[in-house]
Nanobody
Framework: QVQLVESGGGLVQAGGSLRLSCAAS????????MGWFRQAPGKEREFVAS????????SYADSVKGRFTISRDNAKNTVALQMNSLKPEDTAVYYC???????????????????WGQGTQVTVSS
């Protein structure tokens, strides 16, 4: 079975940092676009960052640009999200996802993603 498992979430003070990781199993995703999304209470799931198959292209939501960095290690079948200068507004459940229809692009459209993890909670206190 295909599975994506996020880890690294937790409670941090505003201005702090967290590194989220996503480990995939059951299928190799090194040739596909991967992304991170987040969902806060009462809000729709929103795009955070994406990375193409090689890691040569990345895309970020304006709200996180300059603070978050997405990366991947295809040898380990993982994708990570380094989050710096965290703000209370970043509080949400963070999900990693894979778009098997994309490889070279950095897809921001949530409907393009085929596989999703269970999510990991990130809480940023003021």
């Amino acid at each position: 079975q295909v599975q994506l498992v996020e880890s690294g979430g937790g409670l941090v003070q505003a201005g702090g940092s967290l590194r989220l990781s996503c480990a995939a199993s059951g299928r190799t995703f090194g040739t596909y676009t991967m992304g991170w999304f987040r969902q806060a209470p009462g809000k729709e799931r929103e795009f955070v960052a994406s990375i193409n198959w090689s890691g040569g292209r990345t895309s970020y939501a304006d709200s996180v640009k300059g603070r978050f960095t997405i990366s991947r290690d295809n040898a380990k079948n993982t994708v990570a999200l380094q989050m710096n200068s965290l703000k209370p507004e970043d509080t949400a459940v963070y999900y990693c996802a894979v778009d098997t229809s994309s490889s070279y692009g950095t897809i921001r459209y949530i409907g393009s993603y085929d596989y999703w993890g269970q999510g990991t909670q990130v809480t940023v206190s003021s």
